[in-house]
């Protein structure tokens, strides 16, 4: 070992003997730069990740490893020194390996002297450290292999040149087999042998982060049979002009039989799918211990089939064999309950024909132009997941993230795989679960209490629902198995102890039919376990139907296999019909979303009623509401539900103009009540995100009005130190954009009693204005476009507060007790028929309940989520991400949560200016030249030591050395 490594310091220090090496490395350098900053437009993409930096490395590595090779042997031959080192006491396999390590030397200093990149990146923005060490460590195995072809080929040229024109070409070749440009001309299976046999396929699913220890050995095995080859390359040139004899033969064989094996182990390791590591940050491409959970819960066999064409567009091949590792993954993790299959419908017809009818699943015909022809190819790109009678259907629109650089450049990548089969399996297995046995899932008892007043207190229509109430206990307490337990009393007996304590504890009080009604009764129900208490509500029209649905949706409250319910309240819209736009707001996205993985009810609450099974109530940028409405809301929290708002004291319409309307609701009210105080201000942050706003520009007399994206200041663009990562909710959520927040107060005084999580922060340059005027005036204002607050600070723009609240209708007679027409606040209208309406009020909540609220009545819209795509070329779902956390955290539902944020392309940049943008890219550049600077100071010292040691190695003179 120790003559290996005094000829690699030899021959390192020779690298910088002459300004060649300095050469190649600057235009290594320059190039590398040049690319990352210019060609793959860093700033502009606004990801923080180092992927350009990695994705030219194959290629630039082809010309910068076949330059420092060509001389190695070359150089020996042309000189004629190649003959006295074969005659030296040292065998031909320690001459090769300190070549070998010389040249990875030179290679791991041109890496070294990249790294103030990802650096730079870190600097900027959240970067993964994952694929950054996988992106280097791919890299350095890649070059160890081109160095062993360059050596292998520099020995078998004795010109320099034609040693650098054939490693370029060899090392050209290896990286095109893997290339899309040669598998899509290929069906599905050639293409992905063709992929296993390229340098560069292999080299993408390494920087991804994930270290599979079959990518790995491809690279050790290329360089074990090249470097094989050159040490028998050299021993045959110690033959040259003899006879062939035995030894030449049984050198023959070995170099053979050690070139097989090494070529063989690939074939052996290829079925071994578990011998990697993910270092991504949340481990992205692994399975995680949510998505085991659930397949945990599978009774009985799980089925997830691809469908997967062989002709399929050049940019969704790519992602069928990453598709085909994961669903495998799934079979490894499922221990027997799942099968995976994979199949091409076109070579299946009786397959197709059941994929057309049964699941409807039907080829998209995909359009695409090479640089030879245009065509139109129909595939299939679906995986169906099957549980019982139960099934869901992904196609590629599920599946990929789309992100356009140019028109002509489009990224095409899996968005987050697991989430969207994780979110799938849970959907079918709940749904599946829906039908059988409700008390199987629940694994602890259950009691049910009822607070209920005796019969000849009861009004006519409530004794026939107390009967039919005995029969549905009498019916769940058989199907329970012993662990529902039922308990029913009357709170006006023992002196009234029970109804004071009831009062006291759930803020219960009596009912009345009517509003002038002066007779009193109870009619109460609650479902307790676990620690938890849960209100069953009366059904709306009194039926035994709608007493069971609510005591099913109760139960399902207690249990995690069930899809939960929620219940969303949006402003009415006008759809857009005949090629004429639409009206009002809308928010189809986010409808879209939410019902994948819940059941997804509309609550336009005008009866003063949430549905029945609803789980959780969420709010989108509500209008008015009604005094019935606002009701409804209020006596779904006083119940211990979950309310999710996303509101604000003004609504903005965009049309030719920006203009705001005063938001006049009732709810704004309702939230000061609980101690939640949304002012009338609208915040405004110098970190902020784009908007295209409408600019007028004079030239020659004429004004010109044209459309910019400007940096705008109403739309808070809040990063990760804005951002509590408190108890999961905001889980994988590190940039989102508040469209005109308002600055949140909270009355600490009525909240002491609370628990309160502050989730999003405006920066601390931030401030807030009473000002309408919302379109910009760069000329009176400069580059903010908009007059600067003297007091700066961090708003709150989104709170989590949980715990007891009071009824905002406390000490009032319910609304639902009035007629619709011109009420007065709590009154009955003048002329109106007083019907025996049975309603209740609850004075108080009990701890679980909670109000989630985000202080921006826009941000969810399909026009503010549009706008960010087009500005980021790609989906931007971040707002939505956040709601659907928000959901499950209150729903108690972690798993998706957790799987949730390990999507990709969410790692965006801090906001920068031209200023800094261009000094952290002059930065650069300046680094790495200074580091050549100093290999260059030191080269002559370090040579003349390395040339000593490698002469004393050879037993000869310095002079005597081959240089």
């Known amino acids: 070992m120790n003559i290996i490594l005094r000829i690699a310091r030899k021959e390192f220090a020779t690298f910088f003997s002459s300004p060649i090496a300095f050469i190649f490395l600057g235009a290594f350098l320059a190039v590398t730069l040049f690319v990352f900053f210019w060609v793959e437009t860093f700033f502009a993409r606004n990801i923080a990740d180092v992927r350009p930096l990695f994705e030219w490395m194959p290629l630039l590595l082809i010309f910068l490893v076949a330059a420092v090779t060509m001389r190695m042997w070359s150089e020996e031959r042309r000189s004629g020194t190649l003959e006295f080192l074969l005659t030296v006491p040292v065998n031909g396999y320690q001459m090769v390996f300190g070549k070998f390590m010389a040249c990875l030397g030179l290679i791991a200093a041109a890496l070294l002297l990249t790294l103030p990149l990802p650096i730079t990146v870190s600097q900027l923005g959240p970067l993964d450290w994952g694929p950054v060490f996988g992106g280097y460590l791919a890299t350095g195995f890649l070059a160890a292999a081109y160095a062993a072809i360059g050596l292998f080929i520099s020995a078998r040229s004795a010109n320099q040149i034609v040693s650098l024109i054939l490693t370029a070409v060899v090392c050209g070749f290896f990286y095109l087999l893997g290339t899309d440009a040669l598998t899509g001309l290929f069906d599905n299976r050639a293409s992905e042998f063709l992929r296993l046999l390229g340098s560069g396929s292999r080299f993408d699913s390494i920087t991804r982060g994930v270290i599979d220890l079959r990518d790995i050995y491809y690279y050790v095995s290329l360089v074990g049979v090249f470097l094989t080859l050159n040490v028998f390359a050299l021993e045959s040139l110690r033959w040259a002009g003899n006879a062939t004899n035995a030894n030449h033969r049984r050198w023959g064989l070995v170099t053979a039989l050690v070139v097989a094996n090494f070529l063989m182990a690939n074939v052996w390791l290829a079925p071994l799918n578990g011998a990697r590591a993910d270092l991504t940050q949340g481990n992205v491409y692994s399975i995680s211990e949510a998505t085991r959970s659930y397949l945990a819960q599978l009774r009985e066999p799980l089925l997830i089939r691809g469908y997967f064409s062989a002709q399929t567009h050049p940019l969704l091949a790519p992602l069928v064999p990453r598709l085909r590792d994961l669903l495998q993954e799934y079979a490894i993790a499922g221990e027997g309950r799942v099968r995976v299959e994979f199949i091409d419908p076109q070579e299946h017809p009786e397959l197709e024909q059941e994929a057309n009818e049964k699941y409807d699943i039907q080829p998209v015909p995909f359009q695409f132009a090479s640089k030879y022809q245009a065509t139109v190819v129909n595939s299939y790109f679906n995986i169906l997941v099957q549980y019982g009678d139960q099934h869901q259907v992904l196609d590629f629109s599920d599946l990929i993230e789309v992100r356009m650089q140019s028109e002509a450049d489009l990224e095409v990548e899996l968005r987050n795989p697991e989430y969207d089969l994780t979110q799938s399996i849970k959907k079918i297995l709940y749904a599946y679960r829906g039908s059988g046995e409700l008390f199987e899932n629940i694994p602890h008892p259950v009691s049910f209490k009822g607070y209920i007043s005796d019969n000849e207190k009861l009004p006519a229509v409530l004794k026939t629902l107390r009967k039919e109430l005995d029969t549905i206990l009498h019916d769940m307490v058989e199907r329970s198995g012993g662990r529902l337990d039922i308990n029913i009393s009357d709170p006006d007996a023992q002196d009234g102890a029970l109804a004071e304590q009831i009062r006291s504890e759930f803020g219960f009080r009596p009912m009345v039919a009517s509003l002038l009604d002066t007779d009193t009764f109870w009619f109460y129900m609650t479902l307790e376990g676990d ?204 940039q989102v954009t508040m469209t005109w927040p308002s600055p949140i107060t909270l009355d600490e005084q009525v909240n002491q009693d609370r628990k309160v999580a502050r989730l999003l922060q405006s920066s601390a340059q931030a401030w807030i204005s009473e000002s309408t005027e919302i379109e910009p005036d760069f000329q009176r204002y400069g580059e903010l476009g908009f007059p600067v607050g003297n007091q700066r600070g961090a708003q709150l723009l989104a709170v989590v507060v949980e715990g007891r609240f009071e009824s905002y209708f406390k000490d009032k007679p319910s609304p639902l007790l009035t007629s619709d027409d011109e009420t007065d606040a709590f009154g009955v209208a003048e002329g109106a028929e007083t019907a025996p309406v049975i309603t209740r009020v609850i004075d108080r909540s009990p701890e679980s309940a909670r109000i989630i609220v985000f202080a921006s009545s826009s941000f969810l819209t399909d026009t503010m989520l549009d706008l960010a795509a087009s500005g980021m070329s790609t989906r931007y779902l971040k707002p939505i991400q956040l709601v659907e956390n928000a959901i499950d955290w209150s729903l108690e539902d972690r798993g998706l949560l957790a799987i949730r944020g390990r999507a990709h392309f969410s790692r965006t940049l801090n906001p920068l200016d031209r200023e800094s943008q261009l000094f952290w890219e002059y930065l650069n550049y300046g680094l790495p030249l200074l580091g050549l600077l100093l290999i260059a100071i030191i080269r002559k010292q370090t040579y003349k030591r390395a040339a000593a040691r490698y002469a004393a190695v050879l037993g000869v003179t310095e002079r005597a050395g081959p240089d």
Not at 660 to 673: F, M, P, Q, T
Request: aromatic share 8%.
């Open 531 to 734: 620690g938890r208490i849960i209100q069953v509500p009366l059904p709306e029209q009194y039926d035994k139907a709608g007493l069971e649905r609510g005591m099913q949706a109760a139960l399902k409250r207690f249990s995690r296999g069930f899809l939960k319910t929620v219940a969303l309240h949006t402003p009415a819209s006008t759809p857009a019909m005949f090629g004429i736009t639409g009206s009002g707001k809308r928010f189809d996205q986010l409808r879209a979303t939410l019902a994948q993985e819940h059941n997804l009810a509309s609550a336009d609450m005008q009866s003063g009623r949430i549905p029945d099974d609803a789980d959780l109530l969420l709010l989108i940028s509500p209008d008015k509401l009604g005094i019935k409405q606002l009701f409804a809301v209020d006596q779904f929290l006083m119940r211990g539900g979950t309310v999710i708002l996303a509101t604000s004291p003004f609504d903005i319409e965009i049309r030719e103009a920006l203009s705001v309307r005063k938001n006049e609701s009732a709810l704004i009210d309702w939230l000061g009540h609980h101690g939640i105080v949304l002012e009338d201000q609208l915040v405004l942050d110098p970190q902020n995100a784009s908007f295209p706003i409408p600019i007028e520009r004079r030239v020659g007399g004429y004004v010109f009005r044209e459309t910019r994206m400007v940096s705008y200041p109403y739309f808070s663009d809040i990063r990760s130190d804005g951002i509590v990562q408190d108890g999961g909710l905001t889980t994988g959520i590190d």
